[in-house]
């Protein structure tokens, strides 16, 4: 009788754990995980114009402009022009900082010679010849040389030629930079990455090597 009083008891107690532990936490729930917010991206407006923030939802991939190709393709042979004035570098100074500068210029030049010639290519654009400047009634860039003024620069030599490569390649780079300004004033302009940076390069390289170029120049006295 004893025991089964104890077994019952038992069974009791177990059954009454097993419901308990069955049983839902008391309290509150725990909240729903936070959700981060859109990303919002800051739309650079036309020249005169306020940026806007959109939601990057929304946001529109950005395509080239006309600007941007045109500025591609008339960087080609601005590009070349330096390449060609450093040929004429390479025989006609000793200086050892001249043709270190030269040997800069072509190598960074050439590289994005090439760069461009893809781009235009990708989007299907005109890719125009290295040399077109050299024909007749050409259009010339921004701070090129004239024929006459590259015949000037041919028929120098020694400390007359380092005076006026660097006269006349501060002149182009001027001219590179006034590219520069030009696309970033044009509406719609430079807001694809990939030219947006090698506007900024070209900025930022240019504009330091014209101050070297003072500097060496100012070093050589008139």
Avoid: N
Avoid at 65 to 87: L, N
């Amino acid at each position: 009788m004893w025991r089964d009083i104890v077994i019952l008891g038992l069974v009791s107690v177990l059954g009454a754990g097993c419901r308990g532990a069955a049983a839902p936490p008391s309290g509150p729930t725990a909240p729903p995980p936070a959700t981060s917010p859109a990303p919002r991206v800051v739309q650079p407006g036309a020249p005169g114009e306020a940026s806007k923030v959109i939601s990057g939802k929304t946001a529109p991939i950005p395509t080239f402009t006309r600007a941007d190709a045109a500025f591609m393709q008339g960087m080609i042979g601005h590009h070349a022009q330096a390449i060609e004035m450093v040929a004429l570098l390479k025989t006609r100074t000793a200086r050892q900082d001249m043709q270190m500068l030269g040997l800069r210029i072509e190598v960074s030049q050439r590289d994005e010679i090439k760069m461009m010639q893809d781009w235009l290519r990708a989007r299907g654009q005109a890719v125009p010849d290295e040399h077109a400047h050299h024909m007749q009634d050409a259009k010339l860039m921004p701070g090129m040389l004239s024929p006459d003024q590259m015949k000037k620069l041919e028929a120098a030599k020694g400390a007359e030629f380092d005076k006026l490569f660097l006269e006349y390649m501060i002149q182009h780079h001027d001219g590179a930079l006034t590219m520069v300004k030009d696309l970033m004033a044009s509406p719609g302009a430079a807001q694809e990455s990939q030219i947006f940076a090698f506007a900024s390069d070209v900025e930022a390289d240019q504009a330091a090597e014209i101050t070297r170029m003072r500097a060496l120049r100012a070093s050589m006295g008139k």
